[in-house]
């Protein structure tokens, strides 16, 4: 079974002017230990489709399905704390916590232990390369790279099964965009999560196991 299923996903939107039909009738499967780029122009659909996939937008039909469940019928909030991980190109890092801090706020809305999230913060910064002399920096002391890893660290640190990410690396320059792809590559094959990745960048894309594009609101596979 899919880890997540889009299944004839409808959703629009009205600007003073015209009714914008995002995604059109789109229906894919998206499975654990994949790593998905999804393509397209700017205004195709895509960061769209993938907030109807987070649950922060709600289809006007068609339906989500995690893991067999339809979204409307799960608690939204706890499916984005626990089960599924957005990841954002402006980051979201609270600015006035610590790096490590950053890393066990979920765990704390998921009602760790200090100790158990301190544990679960610090094995997970371990892992996207941030050793102790990060953890009690702010994230005004980061590079945009290192401010991208925490928030990395923050989704390895709940255990999520799908990491939804949009821009991750639109930011970043050729070095730290690699590592950041190099990260979530890791996060799909190593981690059996399934990663969807929103992009421009041509190297996440030959880096994904599966290409969709985005096109006037559709959605199609790319072949080789």
């Not at 939107?13 to 894919?28: E, G």
């Not at 997970?124 to 980061?142: F, I, Q, T």
């Not at 929103?198 to 996440?204: I, K, N, P, Q, Y």
Request: hydrophobic share 40%.
């Amino acid at each position: 079974m899919p880890v997540l299923s889009a299944q004839n996903l409808s959703y629009s939107y009205k600007t003073k002017y015209q009714t914008v039909q995002a995604v059109k009738d789109v229906s894919c499967d998206l499975n654990a230990g994949t790593f998905y780029a999804l393509i397209g122009k700017s205004g195709s659909g895509k960061t769209t489709l993938l907030s109807l996939l987070a649950g922060l937008d709600t289809p006007q039909s068609g339906a989500v399905l995690v893991n067999g469940q339809n979204l409307r019928e799960m608690d939204v909030d706890m499916y984005r704390r626990k089960q599924a991980s957005v990841i954002y190109q402006s980051y979201n890092l609270f600015p006035l916590m610590t790096v490590r801090e950053n890393v066990m706020y979920p765990l704390k809305l998921l009602r760790h232990s200090d100790a158990g999230a301190k544990n679960e913060a610090q094995d997970a910064l371990k892992k996207v390369g941030l050793d102790e002399s990060y953890w009690k920096r702010l994230p005004a002391m980061l590079s945009g790279g290192e401010q991208q890893r925490v928030a990395i660290a923050r989704t390895l640190a709940v255990h999520a099964q799908i990491i939804l990410a949009d821009e991750p690396t639109g930011n970043l320059d050729t070095e730290n965009s690699a590592q950041i792809i190099g990260l979530l590559s890791g996060l799909a094959h190593e981690e059996n999560c399934c990663v969807v990745v929103v992009t421009h960048d041509s190297e996440a894309a030959k880096a994904a196991d599966i290409v969709f594009r985005m096109d006037s609101g559709r959605l199609k596979e790319e072949t080789a």
